[in-house]
């Protein structure tokens, strides 16, 4: 049972580069997140999705771009990388309803765009 | 929309002393959940104590305790007996509870306070 896994750990780009950060995770959970985590502050949520083939926007959508054709798979989309895109990038999972709501969280991707 | 404030953006208390980390939050919800999450150097997001906004009973675990003041919208954690490994930033969260279950809003986060264990 790895959790919630997230590729690459670390990845370089150059303003107006595209990319994709990946998310997987196997606790079959429906309720999948996307979070950034800027330089001293705390994290925000740019993404999330209830389940498969259904996503909404949270408070960082711009420049962004999400899609979940599978339960396990929840990736984000970066088109056209800017400076402001530089960031840690945290993906999270949650069962749905009760169980205390507890969030798991991969261990983050950082991205800088220079 | 739901504001979480941190206030104290660094603490540094000696091995085996007890700190307190405030938080409070605005919020017109009257369900939710709170948090703290620890962020180690490592940068892993671990869940440290939640508490249910229904719950009048303040929540414990282990060297771990809260002080949950719904009406002064306040929820601040204790850690007792401290040690090297509690150095880390932690963060205050909260999360909106909805009726027919699911988190679907997602945690909205403090700015964190940076907590140093000294030896």
């Known amino acids: 049972n790895a959790g919630v896994t997230q590729t690459p750990k670390f990845r370089i780009l150059k303003i107006g580069q595209s990319m994709t950060l990946q998310c997987t995770q196997d606790?079959?959970?429906?309720?999948m997140y996307w979070y950034r985590q800027d330089p001293g502050m705390g994290l925000k949520l740019i993404y999330y999705?209830?389940?498969?083939?259904?996503?909404d926007k949270g408070e960082v959508p711009n420049g962004y771009n999400v899609s979940r054709s599978t339960t396990e798979d929840f990736p984000l989309r970066l088109e056209l990388a800017a400076p402001s895109q530089t960031s840690v990038y945290f993906c999270?999972?949650?069962?749905?309803?009760?169980?205390?709501?507890?969030?798991?969280f991969g261990p983050g991707t950082r991205l800088t765009v220079t | 929309a739901q504001t979480v404030t941190q206030s104290q953006p660094e603490m540094s208390v000696q091995e085996a002393e007890t700190v307190t980390l405030s938080c409070t939050y605005d919020?017109?919800?009257?369900?939710?959940?709170l948090f703290w999450y620890k962020q180690p150097p490592s940068r892993q997001m671990i869940l440290v104590i939640r508490?249910?906004?229904?719950?009048?009973q303040n929540a414990t675990e282990n060297r771990f305790s809260v002080n949950f003041q719904k009406a002064a919208k306040s929820f601040s954690l204790k850690i007792s007996d401290s040690q090297l490994g509690d150095t880390a930033m932690y963060f205050c969260?909260?999360?909106?509870?909805?009726?027919?279950?699911?988190?679907?809003?997602?945690?909205?986060f403090g700015k964190g306070t940076h907590l140093i264990i000294q030896p």
């Open positions: 999270a999972s949650t069962r749905s309803l009760a169980e205390t709501y507890e969030q798991y």
């Open positions: 606790m079959n959970h429906n309720y």
């Open positions: 999705s209830v389940g498969a083939g259904i996503t």
């Open positions: 919020t017109s919800e009257s369900n939710y959940y």
């Open positions: 508490q249910e906004a229904y719950k009048q």
């Open positions: 969260a909260f999360m909106k509870h909805h009726l027919t279950g699911g988190g679907a809003d997602g945690l909205t």
